[in-house]
């Protein structure tokens, strides 16, 4: 199934749900996606308090549909009591990351969980097991968006976490995402004190196909937004790009020097549907290229 419309946040801000104060002050940092964490974030003793900070939370976000809650691993008690938090809280996340999934039977017993308690948000799942990458188009065609935990699986793996050593995961999700349709979303930048190490982690994952990017520190959100989201004059070449092969008949034409034909349309077509997806559901609250033109995707049509 191909969803290429759908809104896929670039900027992903993981916080623990440890204080509710520090969760609540997140909201200002302009990720497009606010991550609470009940994960690996939490120490084991603490999951549940999180929980009552997590419902505290919710109930304060200015915009909960932009709100993600990453769940425990399926199979624990902890997912138990996560899920019990989610059907009962009476403000609804937007989005679920999901951990530890090592097959789509996994995403669809939460997702059909979830939904018999009438919650019905986008499930994220992180790709973190051997298990997982062996069954990605399974796992993408049943999820909604996939996110790399590079950290879980080096371990697994017994490698360090390189380039080299994820690029198979990287190159595996990418085409998974591209056959069905699902976000696809790169691991956190673990050297925070080498912005040189994350600009050069973006641009190779954007060769790649990927959309967005996790973080776990609100420093690094303006390089990651600068990088991810859409750009204005990328979404104005796209839509001339279309306009171009429309006026040869669906054929090749010249635009500014270079052959464009169909090929170029299709992916020309796909920008423009996701900038428009984004801009609608994520815009209204980024400082930078859409509220500097001052204009939403319907003005643009």
């Given at each position: 199934?191909?969803?290429?419309?759908?809104?896929v946040p670039r900027s992903l801000l993981?916080?623990?749900a440890l204080r509710l104060d520090q969760v609540v002050r997140a909201w200002s940092y302009d990720a497009d996606?606010?991550?609470?964490?009940l994960e690996d974030a939490v120490p084991p003793g603490r999951k549940a308090a999180a929980r009552d900070v997590c419902r505290a939370a919710l109930e304060?976000?200015?915009?909960?549909a932009n709100v993600a809650v990453r769940v425990n691993a399926l199979g624990t008690m902890d997912a138990v009591h996560d899920l019990l938090l989610l059907a009962e809280c009476p403000v609804k996340p937007g989005f679920v990351v999901m951990t530890m999934v090592d097959s789509a039977v996994e995403v669809t017993l939460l997702r059909d969980?979830?939904?018999?308690?009438?919650?019905?948000p986008e499930i994220y799942v992180t790709v973190e097991t051997p298990a997982a990458l062996a069954r990605i188009d399974a796992i993408a065609e049943a999820a909604d968006g996939l996110i790399l935990g590079s950290a879980d699986l080096a371990a697994t793996m017994g490698v360090e976490i390189t380039w080299a050593n994820m690029l198979p995961a990287r190159q595996a999700m990418a085409l998974a995402s591209a056959r069905h349709g699902a976000a696809c979303v790169d691991t956190a930048n673990f050297r925070l004190g080498d912005p040189a190490a994350l600009a050069e982690e973006i641009a190779?994952?954007?060769e790649l196909g990927f959309l967005g990017k996790v973080t776990v520190h609100p420093a690094e959100l303006d390089a990651i937004n600068r990088a991810l989201r859409p750009r204005p004059e990328e979404l104005q070449r796209a839509r001339r790009v279309t306009e171009a092969v429309?006026?040869?008949d669906g054929g090749v034409a010249l635009l500014d020097g270079s052959m464009v034909g169909p090929p170029f349309a299709r992916r020309a077509r796909a920008t423009v549907m996701l900038g428009d997806a984004w801009a609608q559901r994520f815009g209204r609250r980024a400082g930078g290229v859409w509220s500097e033109l001052g204009e939403t995707a319907d003005d643009r049509r």
């Open positions: 199934m191909t969803r290429t419309g759908r809104a993981y916080t623990p996606l606010h991550v609470m964490d304060k976000a200015p915009e909960p969980t979830l939904a018999s308690a009438g919650v019905r190779r994952t954007v429309e006026a040869a």
